[in-house]
Nanobody, 121 residues
Framework: QVQLVESGGGLVQAGGSLRLSCAAS????????MAWLRQAPGKEREFVAA????????YYTDSVKGRFAISKDNAKNTVYLQMNSLKPEDTAVYYC??????????????WGQGTQVTVSS
């Protein structure tokens, strides 16, 4: 069973930073691509960033390139999303997700419960 537990969301002013964390089971972490997705109020869920399980190759949606960084700590079975220069349009529920291979769409097989990120202007 794939279990993903997010933490680290909150309220931040525009221009600020937050780091999200996602703890996964060892089996999930060692064989699944991991990603962050988000869903803003009234909008569809969208892909934000992903990291491959083998080489750690990273992928980003254009709107966060240069501001967000996805990384993973294999020893802790944890994936992170460092978010810098946050904008009000980054406000959303952020979900950790896992899939047998990397997708740059939101159609991941497994999801966490989500964590709210709110960026005030």
């Amino acid at each position: 069973q794939v279990q993903l537990v997010e933490s680290g969301g909150g309220l931040v002013q525009a221009g600020g930073s937050l780091r999200l964390s996602c703890a996964a089971s060892e089996r999930t972490f060692s064989s699944y691509a991991m990603a962050w997705l988000r869903q803003a109020p009234g909008k569809e869920r969208e892909f934000v960033a992903a990291i491959s399980w083998s080489r750690g190759t990273t992928y980003y949606t254009d709107s966060v390139k240069g501001r967000f960084a996805i990384s993973k700590d294999n020893a802790k079975n944890t994936v992170y999303l460092q978010m810098n220069s946050l904008k009000p349009e980054d406000t959303a529920v952020y979900y950790c997700a896992a899939h047998p291979f990397v997708l740059t769409t939101p159609h991941y097989a497994h999801w966490g419960q989500g964590t709210q990120v709110t960026v005030s202007s």
